[in-house]
């Protein structure tokens, strides 16, 4: 059961191509999928190509003016429109898939026709996205056609970024940079930015193109699975990304050192828990700490328990995460680790499974302490745990 299991998560995500691996040549070309655990392996979302948050940005690089943005917004609508179709007749044939396999329990249903319907969906946006940024071109002054290539490689950051395998590899420094409210930017700190944006989308497009690749030779087997092929084939995915962790590591050092002196340290921040998403987020005891501290009914003994445990407790996640982020690294280092490790959201073992060990169970003591300080009433004032839930993200990636 538990090998039917993994087969059936295995041939929905490399039949779809997607899951955010399989760009041709770039997952900006094509429209994003989504894959969940909601209705046992359905949950897919389709996304269009391009939605009102990319026009804008594009309407800033562009310094486009009223008319412009005015005419620009009809055709996204139009092109959203026809969009909507596509993802109606692709969310029927899921569906119908999906509703297949709960029947029959042949994860065969999934290798036979979900191919099919990606490729249609695939192409039928990838021909939307070029029409629009046609139409889009159309409009633009010679001036403003000049700086087109910085729309088209701030679209392939938007759609394949988040994509990555590898911890860092989903990292956009352009938008931290943005996200910190500089206003103007240094010359030196734009130049940088410039050949960042320049090298980042050679590799981006390089590594979407193996990626691509090798999403061909993976699905073409059908439901003959050669699964150590499948782990090279992965491997090399994973090998193709470091490059473009490479260049996110290396120009996060030359963007920190051209920064105002206030906003170095938030960048590094920013950069190691967009690195780490799951290493540096907040977990459920860090959220309940902070909840109790605000709590207005604690006595001065409880006050000062809350805040000598917090401490300590933000002292201790600390040294922790940075032991497990720099095992993560470590583990990374050469593209390896366990490829299908992602699929079920875990896999890992030594020095990366002993750091999340000591936070799952710092986090653990660290509760029960808590709760032994309370009474039923505040303990019922904490936060409800959150988890994945129904429609939760069956694939995890990266750090």
């Known amino acids: 059961m538990i090998r039917r299991t993994l087969t059936s998560t295995l041939v929905l995500a490399v039949s779809v191509g997607v899951v955010t691996l399989a760009g041709s040549p770039a997952l900006a070309q094509r429209g994003a999928v989504t894959v969940g655990a909601r209705a046992g392996m359905g949950g897919m979302e389709f996304a269009a190509p391009v939605n009102k948050a990319d026009l804008r940005k594009f309407a800033a690089v562009l310094a486009l003016d009223e008319d412009q943005t005015m005419v620009a917004e009809e055709l996204l609508a139009a092109m959203q429109s026809e969009h909507d179709v596509l993802a109606r007749q692709a969310r029927r044939d899921v569906d119908r898939i999906m509703n297949d396999f709960r029947d029959s329990q042949d994860p065969s249903v999934f290798a036979e026709d979900m191919p099919r319907v990606m490729e249609n969906y695939q192409t039928g946006t990838a021909a939307l996205q070029g029409r629009f940024f046609d139409d889009l071109k159309a409009l633009l002054t010679p001036a403003q056609t000049e700086k087109w290539p910085r729309v088209e490689r701030l679209h392939r950051r938007t759609r394949s970024l988040p994509a990555g395998m590898l911890s860092g590899e989903s990292v956009d420094l352009v938008s931290i940079v943005s996200d910190l409210e500089i206003g103007a930017l240094p010359d030196d700190l734009i130049a940088v930015l410039d050949r960042y944006e320049a090298e980042l989308d050679r590799e981006l497009v390089e590594r979407d193109r193996v990626r691509a690749e090798r999403m061909q030779g993976v699905r073409g087997g059908r439901m003959n699975f050669d699964f150590e092929k499948m782990r090279a084939d992965f491997a090399e995915m994973r090998k193709a990304g470091l490059k473009v962790c490479e260049v996110n590591k290396r120009y996060a050092r030359l963007i920190e050192g051209t920064l105002p002196e206030d906003k170095r340290r938030d960048f590094a921040r920013r950069v190691k828990q967009e690195s780490f998403p799951r290493v540096y ?88 302490r808590l709760l032994a300080l309370l009474n039923d009433d505040q303990k019922d004032r904490l936060p409800e745990r959150e988890d994945d839930g129904p429609g939760g993200v069956m694939f995890r990636m990266g750090g």
């Not at 328990?305 to 996640?317: K, L, T």
């Not at 299908?340 to 799952?360: C, I, L, N, Q, T």
Request: charged letters at 35%; proline letters at 1%.
């Open 281 to 368: 987020r907040d977990t459920h005891t860090a959220k309940c700490l902070a909840a109790a501290a605000e709590f207005n009914d604690l006595s001065a003994e409880q006050r000062s328990a809350i805040a000598e445990m917090r401490e300590r407790y933000q002292r201790e996640v600390a040294s922790i995460n940075d032991r497990w982020a720099q095992a993560l690294e470590a583990a990374e280092a050469d593209g390896g680790g366990d490829p299908f490790a992602m699929f079920m959201g875990g896999g890992e073992d030594g020095a990366v499974a002993d750091a999340r060990k000591a936070k799952r169970d710092l986090d653990r003591t660290t509760r029960d």
